[in-house]
């Protein structure tokens, strides 16, 4: 459906921003403390599934290339986790706004020491922990404990994010067969009148 998203954007399906269809949201609600566009009874405007899952799969593509171009062949070096949260915060902040992002530009480029100092002279954090501060500080250089107000925005998102770059989730477990009752086990399960163990 149509909603307006925390920057007040209007949105539809997976934090697709749209900019056209402006009569969509003539009429709108506030449905379970969020805004959303309604119809003449009030109700919801739905979006085929189909459609949100393209357009999803299309944002994701470009949010992928975007990141890819901001952060240039070292993106492509980088473990497939933190590939990801940088798609992330590419399809939620837009290829703009993560131009602005240029000490995790640099942390990407050394992802690999744990730490360098910079054309400046100032030491700076590498690998993870230089992209987690520019992610939750407004200047980490200059004001450590200043948190960013994206991040108190999104803070619960961005914890997520940073925990799955430092502890991926695990692989899928393979799937266990199921035990056969041994002939023992049958005969003790019926004649205790009961189904047998799986």
Known sequence: ???????????????????????????????NGEEVAVDSGGNRIMIDEDKVNKQ???????????AREVFGNDFLRLPQEVKNVLTSL?????????????????????????????????????????????LIYTNYDKDPNKISPRFKQTGDRTSREITYML?????????????????QQQYEAARMNRPPLT
């Open 90 to 134: 590419s399809f939620n902040l837009g290829k703009s706004k993560l131009l602005k992002y240029r000490r995790m530009k640099e942390s990407v480029e050394n992802f690999d020491k744990e730490s360098w100092v910079d054309n400046n002279g100032n030491l700076r954090d590498g690998g993870i922990a230089g992209i987690a501060q520019e």
């Open 56 to 66: 999803y799969d299309k944002d994701l593509q470009t949010a992928y290339k975007d």
């Open 1 to 31: 459906y149509y909603y307006k998203d925390t920057e007040g954007n209007w949105t539809s399906g997976v934090g697709h921003l749209e900019n056209k269809n402006k009569d969509i949201f003539k009429n709108t609600a506030i449905i």
């Open 167 to 183: 502890q991926p989730a695990p692989k899928s477990m393979p799937t266990l067969e199921p035990i056969t009752p041994t002939p």
